[in-house]
């Protein structure tokens, strides 16, 4: 049952008919999206805030994340082979995973400016600043680049055989560089850059949601806290479903390649077919974002709508419809 003669291959098409498809999905959605956000920030948004910087840096490295998909598309699309430079395969790879991390840690900073807007909100702690929210950005970005550089020696393009044909492949970061080495830093960006950041966001998640409920039960007659409760939990859950897999999976392909006696088994090509279908559910997120943050600020909403013609106001009626029948 381990052999090659009894193991189909679905790899091929998972890569063609899924892959292609869904990058290509989560880069119309992610573009759009994104652009929209940050017109309405750049253009509608006249005061802002901290949480409005933390999303607007948010959105702007989802769009760059987002701009790396085409060419994997293509390369998805034409049977996995790579008609780029080596250099962009190599820089392709690490913009990918550098906005992805971003992503993570912007996404952790929302989560704690929200605690703790929820936790005082009449007192403006330092990390809600304008300036140490520009500043911790900075930071980050920086920081996630610098940690990200050891990449460098791992991704880059292979030469592959297929049907007595040489071709380039752009393989992935878990495809690519020694298993071993591989897998140290792949534990490593997984313990500081999901482990840590889901556990911030995690005990941001359940403080909030506990501190809403609080206000909620004393001020039940005054304001309704259901709406920004269902949103707190729906963060949290939305950040654990979409990156959970990629990184259980992602370390599980590297692990599956240290072995040469695995590699023609049908787990071995089991493993790296669920890892591919891991992947574009974690990217997912840069498309969603700016949806679901669109429905957290109903100011922003509200400004952005207002300059929407013909179709603005009636949205905005109907919004307002809903709310004060609920």
């Known amino acids: 049952m381990g052999t090659n003669e009894t193991c189909v291959d679905i ?106 807007l929820v936790r005082n909100p009449t007192k403006l702690h330092w990390f809600q600043k304008k300036q140490t929210a520009i500043v911790i950005c900075f930071i980050l970005w920086v ?42 830093y792949s534990m490593l960006l997984t313990i500081v850059d999901f482990i840590l950041p889901l556990c911030i966001m995690g005990f941001c998640s359940i403080k909030t949601a506990n501190n809403l ?18 949103l707190v939990i729906l963060a949290l859950v939305f950040f654990t479903v979409l990156f959970t897999p990629y990184h259980i999976m992602r370390n599980i392909r ?23 279908i891991t992947r574009p559910i974690a990217y997912l997120s840069s498309a969603i974002n700016p949806i679901f943050y669109f429905m957290l600020g109903d100011r922003f909403r509200e400004t952005l709508l207002s300059k929407v013609p013909f179709f603005g106001p009636r949205l905005m009626a109907q919004s307002s419809r809903t709310e004060q029948s609920k």
Not at 144 to 149: P, Q
Not at 152 to 181: H, L, M, W
Not at 254 to 276: D, F, H, L, P, Q
Request: hydrophobic letters at 40%; proline letters at 3%; aromatic letters at 16%.
């Open 11 to 116: 790899n091929p098409h998972v890569e063609k008919y899924y892959l292609t498809p869904m990058y290509s999905i989560e880069f119309i959605v992610g573009v759009i999206g994104n652009l929209t956000v940050i017109s309405g920030y750049v253009f509608c948004l006249k005061e802002w805030k901290c949480s409005n910087i933390y999303l607007f840096f948010l959105s702007v490295t989802d769009l760059f994340f987002i701009c790396t998909l085409p060419m994997f598309v293509d390369q998805y699309a034409n049977d996995s082979k790579w008609f780029y430079s080596d250099l962009c395969c190599k820089f392709n790879r690490y913009f990918l995973n550098c906005n992805l991390y971003l992503s993570v840690l912007y996404l952790t900073c929302i989560s704690i400016d929200r605690y703790l």
């Open 213 to 230: 409920r609080k206000i909620s039960s004393q001020r039940r007659k005054y304001i309704n806290l259901e709406k920004p409760h269902r």
């Open 143 to 184: 920081f996630v680049t610098v940690e990200l550089i050891p990449m460098f020696t791992f991704i880059g393009p292979k030469n592959v055989t297929d049907n007595d044909e040489q071709a380039v492949v752009c393989v992935d970061y878990a495809s690519s560089g020694k298993a071993r080495n591989s897998m140290i």
């Open 254 to 276: 590297i692990a599956s390649r240290m072995g040469n006696k695995m590699r023609s088994t049908c787990i071995y090509k089991g493993i790296k077919a669920g890892y591919a």
